[in-house]
């Protein structure tokens, strides 16, 4: 026997025992969960008795409403102008913050452990931190006006636009950065020669999907202050007008469908074009490049105005243009804007050190009501949101008018604000508690049965093909090949929906739905500061022990 | 076999130039620990000669991509070390390895293209080893360097695609282009990790075929690993088998027989050890004998 054959013998290792997975915390947790659920709905007094037995105040509600008293259209024009203006500004500005810090947050293009965690860190803070809280701050420091939201809105933003870019840039193939390593490129050249053009589509989808969601929280920011149509709804409810009300929020429903309609419309032709071939010729190309073959021949350096090029430069134009005109249709105050920083410690020093005026008690007892009805919120939101969105999957129901159905409901389902339902609910049921939940239950549907609809149809279809080729009836396929392989994203999305519940919860407060919004709103009112920072204190830390719950659940279910 | 083993190095420098000269790239009692047992390398000691073809053969996991990845200092090895150029890869800083990468073109299995991003762009990335700063488009590359890189891709054969995106091409072109972006460093070694690999065969042989065509033009010293066999023999002047992170065949393709060929079978797939014994590996060794007396200088430090 030679000695390279005796090297080459494989060390023997005795398979080893997988470690038994945490399957019974798994479960013990999952049905806490459950049980804290169904209990929140309980002791909130959610019943379908409850429901019913306000349908009376609905009629009324319907009768209080109409005629709706529409603004006249100019002024509508103006209104919608400036919502759109800040929530423009608003986005745009959370996009360029989020870059460097996606950029620090991924591991590919990170520039050290320390700042990748800083960098996290203020991901997870931007988003712990309501923008309503953060727009009560910045209105405090550079005054009434639209200049307060929309640095409100775009760093809270930078929570979800910055986690997704970090995110994006992992997911990211690893080899075209590798390469221009291995060719003896700088990390600037690496990072700006392999992601950009690759991660554009994405980097536009998310911040086209922000701007949805900016344009529904701009209108409960008008509640404490910042312009647009939310400003005319809160001025209009509080002269208790509920027919200009009403009319403003049909505005801004409509607005919403909308604009989430051409946002979603502007993705799937990004999402479209990725792969698609540009090569070949179009009226463009004919007419920017006239007798021009690409070849070594003639030696032409520059690239010929292909469709994608004009439209990269018709893009960017576009989009300078809007910037401009934005700014200058909501008058950004620079003056108040150096101001409002100069003052910035003295602003500070206002909100520390964190107080509980006196009354923690009842401070904690409306957190609980908040987290009470968030979690009832996301129980209901879940039950009636799954069957949907498993519905709405086109894998699972074949029928197309079926599914299509589910799919338009989901989208009018989540065209309407939560703010919107909120008011409603509120003048229903009225103040309190119930309102709050049953508004964030519906709005559910609109999040969760698109993640959920989403999520099935992105299982994988060869094992169903495979599971059929058993002989598998359809509902066998159903159960242990597409809820199975969903089952981790179903989780995954439950618990997102849960986190943002507490978040909205809080803010619904402000409007009358209950929990510890309100006293937050009133702790502003009045000043209280320090009030104001110690039941941010307290939201940050439940959104953090929901965060690192959900992320504990995400690795248990796999 | 003992005395390759030890590791007496060459002591005076005219003697290290002179290994250098001969020796594009040496490796010296190599070994990576990548934790827990694993061995990426288990002591490789190789010597790679200047401008000649040499293939690493091997299944997957038996430590072909990462011997080449020790080559271009995107692996440090445990202990032992890697000479490339002329230089130690392990006591180089970060501006030097830098410029030693530049000298070392890479073509990878999944091409590692910027997908949506313009051929001919792709191929100016080439260059950016030696221009400074970032490039985010086209025309941010200097003028020369769009010239240089659209000779390189009438080089093979795809100028014509220039201004197409890179992801419309099919994979043997990718491939090309990819060649084409390792030529715009004027590389002196080459290394191609399972270039052929995602490829169907015709695409394949023509790939190997530029390869081959290229390294004799360009006097390039190609590392390449496939897995293969008859395409390594086609196209290497040399097979290294590879298992488990050790160096268990190594011997020049001229001349080989039908016999041998499925001797390299075997030993690369491991089915077979006894077949190919220490024997005759050492015949092989003795066969690659140097004839001067200071390759056999070289010997003695231990580059096979």
Not at chain 1, 218 to 224: A, D, I, N, R, T
Not at chain 1, 411 to 425: S, Y
Not at chain 2, 142 to 162: F, H
Not at chain 2, 218 to 234: G, N, P, R, Y
Request: glycine share 8%; with cysteine; aromatic share 6%.
């Amino acid at each position: 026997m030679s000695l390279v054959a005796d090297r080459a013998a494989p060390a023997v290792v005795a398979p080893q025992r997988p470690r038994p997975s945490g399957n019974s915390t798994l479960a013990a947790i999952v049905l806490i969960c459950l049980a804290a659920g169904a209990w929140s709905v309980w002791s909130l007094g959610i019943d379908l008795a409850t429901i019913a037995s306000s349908f009376d105040n609905a009629v009324g509600f319907f009768s209080r409403i109409v005629p709706l008293d529409f603004p006249e259209f100019g002024q509508t024009v103006s209104l919608v102008v400036e919502t759109l203006a800040i929530v423009f500004l608003a986005t745009l500005l959370s996009v360029v913050l989020s870059i460097p810090v996606a950029l620090f947050a991924a591991r590919p293009t990170r520039m050290g452990r320390g700042s990748q965690w800083t960098a996290r860190t203020l991901i997870v803070f931007a988003r712990a931190i309501p923008d309503l809280v953060l727009a009560i701050v910045f209105l405090r420091m550079f005054g009434l006006g639209a200049t307060a939201g929309i640095i409100a809105m775009g760093i809270h933003s930078v929570g979800m636009i910055g986690k997704l870019y970090a995110d994006a840039i992992e997911e990211l193939d690893d080899g075209p950065r590798e390469s221009i390593e291995a060719l003896g490129g700088s990390r600037s050249q690496q990072i700006l020669t392999a992601i950009p053009q690759t991660l554009m589509p994405q980097l536009i989808a998310t911040a086209l999907h922000r701007f949805d969601i900016n344009l529904r929280t701009s209108v409960l920011l008008g509640y404490v202050g910042v312009g647009g149509i939310g400003l005319a709804i809160a001025d209009s409810l509080r002269t208790l007008d509920y027919q200009r009300g009403m009319a403003l929020a049909v505005i801004v429903l409509i607005l919403c469908i909308v604009i989430e309609l051409v946002s979603g419309s502007i993705r799937a032709a990004l999402m479209a074009s990725t792969g698609a071939k540009i090569n070949g010729g179009t009226w463009v190309d004919r007419m920017f490049n006239r007798g021009r073959t690409p070849g070594v021949g003639d030696l032409i350096l520059t690239p010929p105005w292909s469709v994608a090029r004009f439209r990269r430069f018709a893009s960017a134009a576009v989009l300078i243009v809007l910037t401009i005109a934005a700014l200058w249709r909501v008058d950004v105050s620079w003056s108040a804007l150096v101001a409002g920083l100069a003052d910035l410690p003295q602003t500070v020093s206002l909100f520390f050190p964190p107080s509980t005026g006196g009354t923690l008690g009842n401070l904690v007892e409306q957190l609980l009501v908040t987290i009470q009805i968030s979690l009832a919120a996301t129980f209901i939101g879940a039950i009636l949101a799954v069957p949907i969105g498993v519905l709405a999957a086109r894998n699972v129901v074949a029928n197309r008018a079926v599914h299509k159905s589910f799919r338009v409901l989901i989208v009018v389902v989540r065209g309407i604000p939560e703010l919107i339902l909120a008011i409603i609910f509120v003048v229903i049921s009225g103040l309190g508690e119930v309102a709050g939940t049953l508004a964030l239950a519906i709005g559910a549907i609109g999040l969760l049965s698109k993640l959920i609809a989403d999520s099935v149809e992105e299982t994988d279809l060869q094992v169903q093909e495979a599971m059929r080729t058993t002989g598998a009836g359809e509902a066998q396929v159903f159960f242990s090949a597409t809820l199975r392989q969903a089952a981790p994203a179903f989780v995954a999305h439950i618990m997102y929906l849960l986190d943002t519940n507490i978040r909205s919860a809080t803010l619904l407060g402000v409007v009358g739905a209950g929990g510890i919004g309100f006293l937050l709103l009133n702790a502003s009112r009045v000043n209280q500061f320090d009030v104001l920072t110690m039941v941010l204190i307290l939201m940050v830390a439940v959104v953090l022990l929901v965060e690192a719950l959900s992320m504990w659940l995400r690795r248990a279910v796999r | 076999m003992t005395d390759s083993h030890s590791a007496s190095r060459p002591t005076t420098p005219e003697l290290q130039r002179e290994i250098d000269r001969i020796y594009a790239v040496q490796l010296d009692h190599v070994t990576k620990d990548f934790g827990g047992g694993v061995l990426g390398l288990d002591d490789v000691n190789l010597g790679f000669r200047t401008g000649r073809i040499s293939v690493l053969l091997g299944l997957s996991g038996s430590g072909k991509s990462t011997l080449l990845r020790h080559i271009n200092g995107l692996h440090t090895p445990a202990s032992g070390r890697v000479r490339v150029l002329g230089q130690d890869m392990d006591k180089l800083r970060r501006s030097e390895l830098k410029s030693v990468r530049r000298d070392i073109g890479v073509i990878f299995q999944s091409f590692n293209l910027v997908g949506p991003m313009s051929v001919l762009e792709n191929v100016c990335a080439g260059a950016l080893g030696s221009l400074r700063g970032p490039r985010i488009t086209l025309m941010m590359y200097p003028k020369a360097v769009r010239r240089g890189a659209l000779e390189k891709l009438d080089r093979v054969g795809l100028a014509d695609r220039a201004y197409q995106r890179a992801d419309t091409l099919s994979g043997g072109q990718q491939q090309r282009v990819a060649i084409a972006r390792a030529l715009m460093q004027q590389p002196k070694v080459l290394l191609a990790d399972e270039p052929v690999a995602s490829l169907d065969p015709v695409s394949a042989h023509d790939v190997i075929d530029l390869l081959r065509q290229i390294s004799a033009e360009d006097d390039l010293t190609v590392i390449a690993s496939l897995h293969q066999v008859e395409l390594a023999i086609d196209f290497a002047d040399r097979i290294i088998g590879l298992r488990t992170g050790q160096v268990v065949l190594d011997r020049a393709t001229a001349g080989l027989s039908a016999e041998e060929t499925s001797q390299i079978y075997s030993s690369v797939s491991g089915t077979d050890i006894a077949e190919v014994g220490s024997s005759d590996d050492a015949n092989i060794a003795r066969a690659q004998m140097p004839k001067t007396g200071t390759e056999a200088a070289a010997r003695v430090g231990a580059y096979r």
